[in-house]
């Protein structure tokens, strides 16, 4: 992807009880990032505009020229909490397919944190496609957190 200032990031799916989009948020944007989020409205927090964030009222607007798109894993832990009627609603409405990729650029990064509800929140399709990064992503996550705290704690070791 190169450099991300000047790129913009979609994130879709379960924002309000993700940790993951917060820190994408906050850290996309302090480098010069767009993020588009896009979710249901009882799965949507407050405030993120504060943050940075442009929220959209459809995916295809979330994911229009978009450089990266990130689903978000729907947490089906709380799925009783009637945030949303089902999974298949969910599916059509807020997941990303083939469909609404074609609105992001040719070669966007699928990315999702992981582990993935298939047919949720990315269709298989989309998952296993040549651009998806997400294998790549789940599997360096570990690696990449542990330098950033390697880092964030040497001048204190030294």
């Known amino acids: 992807m190169g450099e991300i200032k000047g790129k913009t ?5 379960d924002i309000r009880h993700s940790r993951v989009a917060k ?14 989020m896009y979710a249901p409205g009882t799965l949507m927090p407050t405030g993120l505009e ?18 990266a ?4 894993r729907i947490q089906l832990e709380r799925q ?3 945030n949303f009627p089902s999974l298949g609603e969910y599916a059509k409405y807020f997941g990303v397919d083939g469909d609404v990729l ?14 993935v509800n298939r ?10 496609g040549q651009t998806s990064v997400i ?10 957190r542990m330098a950033i705290l390697f880092l964030l704690t040497k001048e204190e070791i030294a």
């Open 9 to 13: 990031v979609a994130i879709l799916g």
């Open 102 to 115: 074609k609105y992001a650029k040719q070669n966007a990064l699928v990315m999702h944190p992981g582990p």
């Open 69 to 72: 798109v990130m689903g978000l």
């Open 23 to 36: 820190s994408n948020l906050y850290g996309l944007t302090k480098l010069g990032a767009t993020v588009r």
């Open 50 to 67: 504060r943050m940075g964030a442009h929220i959209c009222r459809s995916r295809e607007e979330a994911v229009e020229g978009a450089d």
């Open 119 to 128: 047919g949720v929140e990315l269709t298989s399709a989309v998952i296993d």
């Open 80 to 82: 009783h909490a009637g």
């Open 135 to 144: 294998e790549d992503q789940v599997l360096s996550g570990i690696a990449v």
